[in-house]
Each structure stands twice: as C-alpha cells, then as structure tokens.
C-alpha cells in the first residue's frame, strides 16, 4: 500500500536523523497523471518515497520541501501546463494540480509530527479509516488534526471543525474521496485515508486466479475460501493473502465478513454459493459479485425469496457479475468483475 509505505519512509528517514516533510496533491483539474491524495514523502537528503505527479514535477516540489524543512512553514504549491515554468516544471499531461507541502517535526511538536504519523501508520495496519484535515492559506493558524469518524467528538477540536464538517468528512470516507472544501473564508483539506479493502472469492475456480492476481496489484487484500483440495492449493495460489480450507460459512465467519467487504461467489454450487450469499446479505458487504447467468440467477433469487429475502436486497447482488465489456477469456472477465467493484469503490456505479 504506497501511502503506508510513504509514512514508513517519513519513520525511518526520522530515526537516521535527517528532516522530513510530506507533499499532498490537493486539487487537480484536467487530466493530471495523480489523483487528489497522492503523495510524496522527502528526506533532507533529497529522498523521495511516492509521487505527485508521475514524474512532472516531483523536482521541483523536492526543492520547495527542502525550503519548508528549513523554516517549518507548509505552502502551497500550483503547477500546469500554462505556468511560465511549463516548459521546466510543468505537467506534460496539460492538467493542473496544487500540492500541499508540510514539514514533519520530529518528536511530538509541530503539525503534523511523528506522534503523528506514528498513529497513522498504526491505523493503517489495522486497518482502521481515519481522515486528516489540514487548514490552508486561511485567516488562522496553520492546524492539523486527525479524525476518527467511528469515535465521538473529543471537544478539542479547533473552532472550524464542526458537525457539518464531520458530516462531510464521514461522505468523503464513504468514496474514498480526498478533497478541499470551504468553510467560511477557510480552505480545508480533508484527506481520507482508507485501509486496504478486501476481496473475498468464493471457489478456487479457474477464473479465481487472475481474479485474485490483478486485485492484488490494484491494491485489494485478496481471500480464498474453498473446503476442495483439489482446487483449493498453495500452487494454485501462492499470491493470495490468505486461504481457507472451509465451507464458505465457516470461512467467512473466521475472516470475520463485514460491511466493507467485497464477495465474489464464483462456483456455480448451490451448497458453496448460497450459504456465502445469504451471510453477505445479512451483513450488508460492500459489494457481492455473483458469477451466473440469467437463469441461475433468478432460480438462486427464488429460494432466497421462500427463506424471507426481499427484492430490494436482492438487488443489491451483481449478477451477472462484471460490468458487459464484450469479455471473452478468463482474463477479461476478470477484468470487468474488477472494474465493477472499482466503480463500486469509488461511488461510480449505478
């Protein structure tokens, strides 16, 4: 997860003694190569963990943070393609982005710091959400804070943050969204940062294999469960995160099955499917992916129906699943389930 190693880096140049400072894309117009969130950890030794940009710019946000570490003071810079500097900085790609440096104090002093980003990684690893907000070229001081949507309010939160703020912030966590808004005269930027989602196929079918190999690379944790031998192997599946040898609804209760989850039911086997079916209705997940025609589908619909699901549940499954790019092969169906449930993350779905 590149924002989980990007913080890792921030510790570790931290502890050899050298300053660090952390640059946010936090606006973006045109076709920008990053999107808003992205980001780029530097050292003073001119290190870099992650990108701003894809290669445009990352330069001259480097000397710019060299300059922040120096007075601790955050900026906020712009680059495009019409900047006087488009021909040394700009973006070749022609859009235009802002980039949030910060300083990153060592110890527990100024904002943000390593107590600070310490947290962040510990959250990250498990997989807890959070969002940070940062204040920018406002009327007040410079302020961070970090927010956890799942705890309530402390009531040492700095007067811009508000219910209506956190209102926003909760939206935001929803999409996995980054964005600056405004409050008042204020500029905030609320950056979200989500834990790694996690896909949980049902059956080591054929088809499970680049399934599970391309939600890897796209930054999904994958999951097999399966109680076949046969199918269900370490050689089959030597990439996935983890692997069960159980029927689905003693599978699913171990990894603990939840609202953020994505399944896929891939076996066309009513005693594997069904049982994995009607526990991810029950817990509402995320996303459930269905790999069935059009017939299967409504017969599954009908006994689901006589054991008391009703339609508007029911219409919460994918089936047939993957959105309809003319997929032929294993591989591109693959490709169009995982494209569904990345429109699906990132609140692009129908």
């Known amino acids: 997860m590149e924002i989980l190693e990007n913080l890792q880096k921030l510790l570790e140049w931290q502890s050899e003694g050298k300053q660090t400072a952390l640059s946010t894309v936090v606006w973006k117009q045109g076709s920008a190569l990053r999107s808003v969130g992205a980001k780029m950890a530097i050292s003073s030794d001119m290190e870099m963990s992650g990108s701003v940009s ?4 990352e330069g ?13 003071q955050p900026v906020l810079l712009e680059y495009g393609i019409a900047d006087e500097t488009a021909w040394s900085v700009g973006l070749a790609c022609g859009g235009t982005i802002k980039v949030l440096v910060q300083k990153v104090e060592k110890g527990d002093l100024g904002i943000p710091n390593t107590r600070v980003v310490k947290n962040m990684v510990e959250l990250l690893r ?9 204040t920018i070229d406002g009327n007040t001081r410079d302020d961070f804070i970090l927010v956890k949507t799942s705890e309530s309010r402390k009531g040492d939160e700095p007067a811009w943050f508000d219910q209506g703020l956190l209102e926003q912030v909760k939206k935001l966590e929803q999409t996995e969204t980054s964005q600056m808004v405004n409050i008042g005269d204020q500029k905030i930027f609320i950056d979200v940062y989500a834990p790694q989602p996690r896909v949980i196929a049902i059956g080591a079918v ?5 399934l599970t190999q391309m939600a890897q690379i796209t930054g999904f944790s994958t999951v097999i469960i399966d109680p076949r031998k046969a199918f269900n192997t370490s050689k089959r599946f030597p990439h996935v995160s983890r692997r069960l040898l159980k029927w689905p609804d003693e599978g699913l209760e171990e990894v603990g099955l939840n609202e953020k989850d994505y399944l896929l039911l891939l076996t066309h086997d009513d005693k594997l499917d069904l049982p994995a079916l009607q526990m991810a209705l029950d817990r509402k997940v995320k996303y459930i992916g269905m790999l069935s025609s059009r017939q299967a589908r409504d017969k599954r619909y009908q006994k689901l129906e006589e054991a008391g699901y009703t339609r508007e549940q029911l219409h919460r499954i994918h089936a047939p699943v993957g959105l309809d790019i003319g997929a032929r092969s294993q591989e591109e169906i693959a490709l169009s389930i995982l494209a569904e449930m990345t429109a699906v993350r990132y609140g692009k779905s129908k």
């Open 60 to 72: 001259a946000v480097v000397q710019e943070a060299l300059k922040v570490m120096e007075s601790g």
């Open 206 to 210: 054929h088809i499970a294999l680049p």
């Open 126 to 134: 498990n997989g807890i959400p959070f969002s940070t907000l940062s």
């Open 54 to 57: 894809g290669g445009c710019v």
